[in-house]
């Protein structure tokens, strides 16, 4: 069991796929073959191993202790496995991988990105959401956009795009009558904000040294729904520039008292191989960052 050549690689494979999906027939479709391949490579397995993985009725296999553990070391050894064949293909194949905050995503990067396509034809950008630390040596990412209140990977190259500015922000319909003569006046809508940034509120009355014109009507789960919310008349909401400057100038959304600096940037880092089309994917998104106008 020591020498690499007595590895079964086929029969972990097919077990870091059940365990991962949860179900052999997930797997199976994964691997593209069959749920009777996938039963037998774990039996093998399990035989070789002398211990069981899995456990309880056929349609309701669970993971034992063993199980949980060797899953838990098999997904960052295949996911570097990806990642050493994707180094040496995505050479040939211009591919880009980046992990990116989902909202930051959607709202402006999305937007953006048939520039950089438009001039970049043999380069894919493969997009992933998280804002989740990110770790090059476990995960298959070139370039991860966050805010720079995120651990950052050690040995990455930071690319600044822009300061963070917010304020808050809400639908002209919701203003008709409505007097906002000061930020006070804000509590006399409804307030939202998300659990992804439930003090928000409170940031940005303590920037201003105002107090916070109320408590928060709304709760909702992902800033992404918070600012549809703001968009549909459901009330005002704190909302960083980069994330609705498309709606502001689409007449979609009006910051009444304008932004105000949190503190943060946002920032892209980059793997410290040096990929030139990661290089040139960083470049763009200064460049673009550079070009975003802030309000004054």
């Excluded at 077990?15 to 490579?41: C, D, P, Q, W, Y």
């Excluded at 918070?226 to 498309?246: K, N, R, S, Y």
């Excluded at 410290?272 to 802030?294: H, M």
Aim: contains cysteine; aromatic residues 8%.
């Amino acid at each position: 069991m020591d020498a690499r050549k007595h590895l079964p690689l086929n029969a972990l494979r097919a077990f870091e796929a059940v365990g991962r999906l949860g179900r052999m027939t997930l797997a199976a479709n994964e691997l593209g073959v069959t749920h009777a391949a996938i039963s037998r490579k774990i039996r093998q397995l399990e035989s070789l191993l002398g211990v069981k993985l899995l456990s309880g009725p056929k349609n309701r296999l669970g993971l034992t202790e063993a199980g949980r553990t060797l899953v838990g070391l098999l997904a960052p050894a295949f996911n570097q496995i990806e990642a050493a064949v994707c180094a040496v293909v995505d050479k040939e194949a211009g591919i880009v991988n980046v992990s990116c905050l989902a909202t930051f995503m959607m709202r402006w990067l999305i937007p953006r990105l048939y520039q950089f396509n438009s001039t970049h034809e043999l380069v894919e950008v493969r997009l992933s959401a998280s804002d989740q630390p990110i770790s090059f040596e476990r995960e298959l990412y070139d370039i991860a956009i966050r805010v720079d209140d995120h651990r950052l990977p050690e040995g990455a190259h930071v690319t600044k795009l822009f300061p963070e500015l917010v304020g808050p922000v809400v639908s002209p319909m919701l203003l008709q009558g409505s007097d906002l003569a000061q930020p006070a006046d804000l509590g006399e809508l409804p307030l939202l904000c998300s659990k992804t940034r439930p003090q928000a509120w409170q940031a940005w009355a303590y920037h201003l040294k105002t107090r916070v014109p109320g408590q928060p009507a709304k709760m909702f789960e992902h800033i992404y729904f918070m600012l549809e919310a703001a968009t549909a008349g459901l009330g005002a909401c704190i909302a960083p520039w980069p994330l609705v400057i498309d709606d502001i100038a689409a007449g979609r959304l009006v910051a009444p008292f304008g932004f105000a600096p949190s503190g943060l940037n946002y920032v892209a880092a980059r793997k410290g191989n040096r990929s030139r089309k990661a290089e040139e994917f960083c470049e763009w998104l200064a460049q673009e960052a550079k070009s975003t106008p802030v309000p004054s």
